[in-house]
């Protein structure tokens, strides 16, 4: 396989994803999310696009059984702001349509309602990442589009008919804890929903912009648990964090999961996948 990979290749034992896989458009993000796990990628920051994209793209899916769940994108948003350019997202989903599969689009990027037009042909559901309010996201995720243009992009893609999912993730301490609001402003078919989770250098960006949490930070995740190469908050304070995003939900008669948390939850699939025909 070329550029559609196998999802989760560290093989997580907390990953309760279905099995799918995993296709990125473009290599390198840039919204610049402090929390962001995809770093670990060389110049990450930088976008770059990919050699020979579209024949790689149709080699692949030519391999791929019946029906099989694509995610796009996994490490880098398939709707970056040079999207509206290069329309590189638009041609692989054109290419995509050709074909039995299932497909899954997460993103924070607002270009994506462009495209509503065939994902209403296609078996596809949205995932749009949402954290917090316009001011702290413009600290959080600056080059991201605002909180108020996402909220309309998952209302315009609902209209269209298309499932959409709210990731509400990641739940930051003393940052976004109470962002709940989101979920009833946005009302989606899901939500999924997951702590922050912190490599080492996305613990100096976060220390670095909110200073005043730095010791909080480092009581909390550097002295706590550690899987594999993430800090973990301790499993209690998880579980208080994501116990507000489970009532909150049942209060809606909203689906929801977790991810990667080892924490129970009763919908179909933790990443909304369940909602594709």
């Keep these: 396989m070329y550029v559609i990979k196998p999802f989760d290749p560290w093989r997580s034992k907390l990953c309760t994803c279905p099995p799918k896989y995993s296709f990125n458009p473009y290599t390198g993000c840039q919204h610049n999310c402090l929390y962001c796990y995809s770093t670990y990628i060389p110049n990450f920051r930088n976008l770059r696009l990919k050699k020979d994209l579209f024949r790689k793209i149709v080699r692949d899916l030519e391999k791929l059984p019946k029906y099989a769940l694509i995610s796009m994108s ?3 948003d398939p709707y970056p702001i040079v999207e509206k350019k290069y329309r590189i997202t638009r041609k692989c989903l054109e290419i995509f349509k050709e074909y039995d599969i299932r497909l899954l689009i997460v993103t924070k990027g607002d270009t994506v309602v462009r495209d509503v037009d065939l994902m209403s042909e296609m078996n596809s559901a949205v995932s749009i990442t949402i954290t917090c309010d316009d001011k702290t996201a413009k600290i959080l995720e600056s080059n991201a589009p605002t909180t108020e243009k996402r909220i309309d992009v998952i209302k315009v ?11 509400l993730d990641p739940i930051m301490p003393f940052i976004n804890e109470d962002a709940l609001w989101l979920i009833e402003k946005c009302e989606p078919d899901h939500v999924v929903s997951s702590t922050l989770k912190l490599r080492w250098d996305s613990f100096k960006r976060m220390v670095s912009a909110f200073p005043h949490l730095k010791t909080k930070y480092e009581e909390l995740y550097l002295e706590g648990e550690k899987v594999q190469n993430y800090f973990y908050l301790p499993k209690d304070y998880r579980i208080r964090l994501l116990s507000k995003v489970k009532e909150k939900c049942e209060e809606l008669g909203i ?6 948390e080892n924490i129970e939850f009763k919908a179909k699939s933790c990443d909304g996948s369940h909602l594709i025909c």
């Design 157 to 167: 893609i609902k209209d269209a008919g298309i499932p959409t999912v709210l990731r």
């Design 74 to 76: 996994n490490s880098s």
């Design 255 to 260: 689906s929801y999961a977790f991810c990667r």
